[in-house]
C-alpha cells in the first residue's frame, strides 16, 4: 500500500507540473490516474453488469424518442434503426472521464454498426458544471471526440430527468431494467431492433470483452 500511494504521489507531482494543454489541474491529475482508478473497480464492476436475460421488447419504442442535440438541434432515435446505440451518461471532472477516449475508439471501429452517444449530466458531486458549447470544446479538443453529445440534461430519477433515461431506467417503459445511472459513464446498450439489452456500470471499461463481445453479437 505504501509503494502505492508513493506512485501515486509521484503521478499527482508530475501532472501538476505538466497541466495539459485545454484542462484544469483537476482534469490533467485524473486523466494520468485514470488506469489505476479503472483498475481498482474492475472486480465488482463486472458483478454490477445487468442484461436481458429474457428478452424482453419495450412497451414504449425506442425509435419514438427525441432531444436536443448539444447544438440545441432535434435529435430523431428513429434515425438509428438497424444499428445498435450505445448511450452513456458524462462529465467533465470525473475519474472516469478517460473512458471518452475508449468510447471514440469503439465508434471509430464500429461505425459501420454502432453509434455511441454521450449525454452530458451534472447530477453526481458537480462532476459537470460546463454549459453545452464548453463541455463540447473539451470532448474534442481532448479526446478527439466524434461522437454525437446530447444537451447537458438530468439522467437521474428526479424532477425533469432526461425522457431517454427515464426510458432507459423504467422497466414499465423499456420492459425490463429499472437501473438509473450509478455515477458517470455508466453505459447502456440497445440493439439493431431498438431492445435495451445491457446495463455497464462505470467501473466496466467500454472497451472490456463484455462490452465488445455484446457490440459485435448477431441478433
Not at 432515435?77 to 450505445?86: N, Q
Request: charged residues 20%; aromatic residues 10%; positive net charge.
Amino acid at each position: 500500500m505504501i509503494k502505492i500511494a508513493i506512485a501515486l504521489g509521484v503521478l499527482v507531482s508530475a501532472t501538476l507540473l505538466m497541466k495539459k494543454s485545454g484542462m484544469s489541474y483537476r482534469q490533467s491529475i485524473l486523466k494520468t490516474i485514470y488506469p489505476a482508478i479503472m483498475w481498482s473497480g474492475k472486480g465488482a464492476g463486472k458483478k454490477q453488469v445487468q442484461f436481458n436475460k429474457e428478452n424482453k421488447t419495450p412497451v414504449i419504442s425506442f425509435y419514438s424518442l427525441t432531444t436536443k442535440d448539444i447544438n440545441g438541434k432535434d435529435f430523431n432515435f428513429s434515425s438509428l434503426k438497424g444499428k445498435k446505440v450505445l448511450i452513456v451518461n458524462t462529465a467533465s471532472d470525473c475519474g472516469f472521464t478517460g473512458q471518452y477516449e475508449a468510447l471514440e475508439t469503439l465508434q471509430t471501429k464500429y461505425a459501420e454498426s454502432l453509434v455511441v452517444i454521450g449525454f452530458p449530466a451534472n447530477d453526481f458531486k458537480e462532476q459537470e458544471t460546463k454549459d453545452n458549447e464548453s463541455i463540447a470544446a473539451f470532448c474534442k479538443k481532448n479526446y478527439g471526440v466524434s461522437f454525437p453529445l446530447m444537451a447537458k440534461s438530468i439522467v437521474i430519477k428526479k424532477n425533469h430527468q432526461n425522457e431517454v433515461f427515464k426510458w432507459l431506467s423504467d422497466m414499465t417503459i423499456n420492459g425490463w431494467n429499472h437501473q438509473e445511472p450509478a455515477w458517470n459513464f455508466c453505459k447502456y446498450l440497445i440493439n439493431e431492433q431498438g431492445t435495451l439489452t445491457h446495463y455497464f456500470p462505470m467501473t466496466v471499461d467500454p472497451l472490456d470483452p463484455l462490452v465488445v463481445e455484446a457490440i459485435e453479437k448477431k441478433e
